[in-house]
């Protein structure tokens, strides 16, 4: 890591502040969280405190002014110790703040982007129903103007931070267009009459995330709550998942590199048939394939990274940083788990832990099959 092209001195200082964040008070709990399914309140503040759940924004909005390179190593270090910390702060920045700081007007950036990136509360998105999810043109939630305020009803499912978040980004029919559904996207406030939180997903992985159902029963929500233009909310929602993917992609690489790194170490320690179990070669083979694939994997997600702080097309590149990465901590994770054995398959070692989390990166923001849709209509156009 420390020779790659595309990192700096600052980032290389983020790097080991949240290191040493995850090794000293996200460690202790990763366990725990996960096993009783609790949301870690005590460390969003420490990191509030950091200054990490605005890393990306502008100083004038309460942010750290760091770039997208930054946030991807947060993502990476977190998720190396505790994948629920990582998609916690992903949810926070790339889906609920981010598309304030992208689309909204500057009396909502005032009014809810500074709080967001100060950490005074936590983000949440729903764009997800039950008939709607990698098709989001199947959204059924509703929002009708009346004298100045949206009326909005329906539902949303599998929101991250729902049940701890201020503020919800949401998405709802506005109209149609043609056969086309018209969608818009709105900022909802947590104590607004109507948001009524459901219960809470008991998940295989990201346990100690915030999952729940949100259901919308005539939610009033005032009309400058619109955020961006009316209609565009699906073109927005897609820009906003286009960045997300960056984020999870540097989870996923955070989750690959530790079960990695708890794998090697696990085959120097075990014996077997009188020697350490890395002198197989079937065990280092195993070793070789997780070390190469991170390193790919890296440089995918630094790549899209940069792209985007550098104002340059890289959309195509967050979808292939998300499709490989995701698939390549799905792979790590089994394999760091087979060089574990029998221990492998019970909580005493993370490797286990490592290997639920995983599978959610294979799903969330779009999942493995529509990453290589993405990519497919990309490199047609290039012919």
Not at 217 to 237: D, I, S, T, Y
Not at 356 to 367: L, M, P, Q, S
């Amino acid at each position: 890591m420390d020779e790659n092209i595309y990192l700096k001195e600052e980032h290389f200082m983020i790097r080991d502040m949240v290191r040493e964040f995850a090794e000293k008070e996200v460690k202790p709990i990763a366990g725990e969280i996960d096993e009783k399914a609790r949301f870690p309140e005590e460390n969003i503040k420490k990191m509030a405190e950091l200054g990490l759940l605005g890393i990306i924004f502008p100083e004038e909005y309460g942010g750290a002014g760091m770039d997208t390179i930054a946030y991807s190593i947060v993502m990476e270090e977190l998720a190396k110790v505790c994948a629920s910390h990582a998609i916690t702060v992903a949810a926070h920045i790339s889906l609920c703040s981010n598309p304030i700081y992208m689309f909204g007007t500057e009396q909502q950036k005032q009014k809810y982007l500074v709080p967001l990136a100060t950490g005074k509360h936590l983000g949440a998105f729903g764009l997800t129903e039950a008939e709607a999810g990698s098709d989001a043109q199947g959204t059924k939630t509703t929002a009708e103007k009346k004298n100045g305020y949206y009326i909005i009803n329906g539902s949303k499912l599998f929101c991250t931070n729902s049940g701890v978040a201020g503020t919800y980004i949401i998405t709802a029919v506005t109209g149609k267009k043609g056969d086309k559904k018209e969608i818009s996207a709105f900022i909802v406030e947590r104590d607004m009459e109507g948001l009524i939180i459901g219960k809470k997903e008991d998940k295989m992985g990201w346990r100690g995330s915030d999952t729940h159902q949100i259901f919308f029963e005539n939610l009033k929500v005032p009309e400058e709550n619109l955020l961006g233009e009316k209609g565009r909310g699906f073109k927005e929602a897609m820009i906003t998942l286009d960045s997300g993917r960056i984020s999870v992609a540097a989870m996923s690489l955070g989750i690959a590199e530790g079960a990695y790194e708890a794998a090697r170490a696990y085959s120097k320690e075990r014996k077997a048939f009188g020697k350490s179990i890395c002198d197989f070669q079937s065990i280092q083979f195993m070793l070789a394939d997780m070390a190469v694939g991170i390193e790919a994997a890296r440089e995918l997600v630094y790549k899209a990274s940069w792209l985007k702080d550098n104002g340059k097309p890289y959309a195509k590149y967050s979808a292939m940083a998300k499709l490989f990465a995701s698939e390549l901590a799905m792979k790590t994770t089994s394999n760091a788990l087979q060089i574990h054995g029998g221990y492998g398959y019970v909580k005493d070692y993370p490797v286990e832990r490592f290997f639920r989390d995983a599978k959610a990166c294979e799903i969330g923001e779009g999942t493995s099959e529509i990453q290589r849709l993405i990519i497919g209509r990309y490199i047609l156009r290039e012919i």
